[in-house]
């Protein structure tokens, strides 16, 4: 069974910063992708960064130059440090990793972390 465990969401003022953790622990084989998603109430869910297997990352454009998400492959984890924290970048932020498992490959979902920023 794999897990994404998630921690580091929390309150912090506009302007302030925040480091997310997430890391997938259970029997799996290889991981393509891992990062990160968001959802405000009354949106939809979002994509805020990822890093694929050949180690390139993407980001939202709403999140360029504020946010950096960094892997450490060795302990199956991803990093999202987020600065600059604006009041738009209040959500629930989801982990998500792609990886091979035993009913092959599927993408694994945490259980979510509140950010929520405000003064």
């Known amino acids: 069974q794999v897990q994404l465990v998630e921690s580091g969401g929390g309150l912090v003022q506009p302007g302030g910063s925040l480091r997310l953790s997430c890391a997938a622990s259970g029997s799996f084989g290889s991981v393509n992708a891992m990062g990160w998603y968001r959802q405000a109430p009354g949106k939809q869910r979002e994509l805020v960064a990822a890093v694929i297997s050949g180690g390139v990352t993407t980001y939202a454009d709403s999140v360029k130059g504020r946010f950096t998400l960094s892997r450490d492959h060795a302990k199956n984890t991803v990093y999202l440090q987020m600065n600059s924290l604006k009041q738009a970048d209040a959500a629930v932020y989801y982990c998500?990793?792609?990886?091979?498992?035993?009913?092959?490959?599927?993408?694994?979902w945490g259980q979510g972390t509140q950010v929520t920023v405000s003064s």
């Open positions: 998500i990793a792609k990886l091979f498992a035993r009913a092959g490959w599927g993408a694994y």
